[in-house]
């Protein structure tokens, strides 16, 4: 069966500093990989999507960058932290556009 | 505008009640998904469907193709179903709209 690892569950991170969110999938070969935010009181916002090793789209202009080193390990960073970027972080993964998996989250706090 | 609205944005139902969520969308898409996310922040998704019906449970899906819409039903609404329901569509972009979602409460 496939699972979904995120982590880590909580960050609280200053102002500034610098951020890895890693996602890792189990059971499948070849997914579409994607990060979200959702922001407090707002809905999901899709950040970046994969197809593949080494491909990355990006949906939104911002601090963040993705990286794809593996077929199933999907990494979300930024080298300075921005307020802003405080929210909930969700990898999840799909075959093409059917149904989407999703991993547990990421509560990231920037103070 | 939003490529995919819902409503409504908050629902607060009796036990036992029947519930619809509707979604319209105004892009081309592959296929619609319904998704549930509980105030631990978890999501599951409930349906993935391109034309129809589906059924499980006391939860239905329906969708209408020509008019971009798509509702999601409960049946016999209990308080274990609160949480957010979410409208998203899949294009053959590979890529993901989501609504803002509808944040359901059912008393007891």
């Known amino acids: 069966s496939q699972t979904i690892h995120q982590w880590p569950a909580t960050l609280v991170q200053p102002v500034g500093s610098p951020l890895s969110l890693e996602c890792t999938v189990e059971?499948?070969?070849?997914?579409?990989l994607y990060w979200y935010r959702q922001a407090a009181g707002r809905g999901l916002q899709l950040l970046f999507y994969?197809?593949?090793?080494?491909?990355i789209s990006s949906e939104v202009p911002q601090n963040l960058s993705a990286s794809r080193p593996q077929d199933r390990q999907f990494i979300l960073s930024s080298k300075k932290l921005l307020l802003s970027d405080s929210g909930f972080y969700l990898c999840?993964?799909?075959?093409?556009?059917?149904?989407?998996?999703f991993g547990p989250g990421t509560r990231l706090t920037v103070l | 505008k939003n490529e995919v609205e819902q409503s409504p944005q908050n629902l607060t139902a009796q036990e036992g009640e029947f519930i619809t969520i509707n979604c319209s969308y105004s892009?081309?898409?592959?296929?619609l998904h319904w998704l549930q996310q509980h105030p631990g922040g978890g999501i599951v998704s409930l349906f993935m469907?391109?034309?129809g019906k589906k059924k499980h449970g006391r939860l239905i899906a329906t969708i209408n193709i020509q008019e971009k819409h798509s509702s999601l039903h409960i049946t016999a609404s209990h308080p274990r179903d609160s949480a957010v329901y979410i409208c998203?569509?899949?294009?053959?972009?590979?890529?993901?709209?989501f609504g803002t979602g509808t944040s359901l409460t059912v008393i007891p």
């Open positions: 999840a993964w799909s075959v093409y556009t059917d149904t989407q998996y």
């Open positions: 059971g499948t070969s070849n997914p579409n």
């Open positions: 994969s197809v593949g090793i080494g491909q």
């Open positions: 892009v081309g898409i592959s296929a």
């Open positions: 469907l391109s034309s």
């Open positions: 998203a569509v899949g294009n053959t972009g590979n890529q993901f709209y």
